[in-house]
């Protein structure tokens, strides 16, 4: 019985053996862009689209000036303003929640059915209300007001 095990052992080291110094094909580099998620290009001061945040009492938090294409989620960011945004834009959750005007709603095209799947989970939910990372600027938005909610739900977090 040893001779076999012994044998299997030399024909397991000889595999092993073979499989160690086998050569590999060579792959090749690929580089692209690097793109930072959420990095923005501040515009020159007073050229602008001007973009309102305030608090769920109503307080102004700060206003700032950001890019036709830019999105809320992004800008919030890049500014500082505690907008949670958890899934990064990826329109899976509703922690970018925020509620606008009606004048400012009613500019921009129908939230699609990603979207109101996950603003059914958002906290404080209103007819105007959208994900900040789907509310992209354009020259009419300019002077919107974006309201942040007193409270997020984040699933990843919360479990519920």
């Not at 307080?59 to 809320?72: R, S, W």
């Not at 109101?116 to 789907?134: E, K, V, Y």
Request: some cysteine.
């Amino acid at each position: 019985m040893w001779k076999y095990a012994a044998r299997a052992s030399r024909q397991l080291q000889a595999a092993v053996n073979v499989h160690s110094f086998k050569r590999r094909p060579q792959r090749s580099l690929h580089s692209t862009t690097v793109i930072k998620h959420g990095h923005l290009t501040r515009p020159k001061p007073g050229t602008g689209i001007k973009v309102h945040f305030q608090d769920s009492k109503g307080n102004l938090i700060k206003t700032v000036e950001a890019n036709e294409g830019d999105d809320l989620l992004s800008i919030a960011h890049e500014y500082d303003i505690d907008l949670e945004g958890a899934c990064e834009g990826s329109v899976a959750c509703s922690t970018c929640h925020v509620i606008l005007t009606p004048e400012y709603y009613d500019r921009l095209p129908e939230p699609d059915d990603e979207e109101n799947d996950m603003l059914d989970m958002a906290f404080g939910l209103t007819d105007t209300s959208r994900l900040g990372c789907q509310v992209v600027l354009k020259p009419e938005l300019d002077g919107m007001t974006a309201t942040l909610p007193a409270a997020t739900r984040n699933m990843f977090v919360d479990g519920e």
